[in-house]
Nanobody
Framework: VQLVESGGGSVQAGGSLRLSCTAS?????????IGWFLHAPGQCREGVAI???????SYAASVMGRFTISQDNDKRTLYLEMNSLKPDDSAMYYC???????????????????WGQGTQVTVSS
């Protein structure tokens, strides 16, 4: 399984970015969860948003109402629309996918088996 993120960059506070994650080698014709996590310097990796095969979503409280996760299964692509960005949103953002075997739907890194290399998001004040 290979996950490749894109779309990161530098923006001013209040701006927007759209992250994309293209998956290859991942099986979509089963129950699964896929999503976005962030890792800021000196902090633990934490969940941002995840989406399941049946369209359920879960968001971190800090991004609810500002970020939207979506997927295009035909293109094997996951998206994260990020609006009203804040300096605290600055971090490396990772795409992650679960193994499809646990059926667990939790916004926590331990539930995800496959990870991309990350894309940097920097928000200046």
């Amino acid at each position: 399984v290979q996950l490749v993120e894109s779309g990161g960059g530098s923006v001013q506070a209040g701006g927007s970015l759209r992250l994309s994650c293209t998956a290859s080698g991942y099986t979509y014709d089963r129950r699964y969860a896929i999503g976005w996590f962030l890792h800021a310097p000196g902090q633990c990796r934490e969940g941002v948003a995840i989406i399941s095969s049946d369209g359920r979503t879960s968001y971190a409280a800090s991004v609810m109402g500002r970020f939207t996760i979506s997927q295009d299964n035909d293109k094997r692509t996951l998206y994260l629309e990020m609006n009203s960005l804040k300096p605290d949103d600055s971090a490396m953002y990772y795409c992650a996918a679960d193994s499809g075997q646990t059926g667990i739907f939790v916004l926590h890194p331990w539930a995800f088996a496959y990870w991309g290399q990350g894309t940097q998001v920097t928000v200046s004040s």
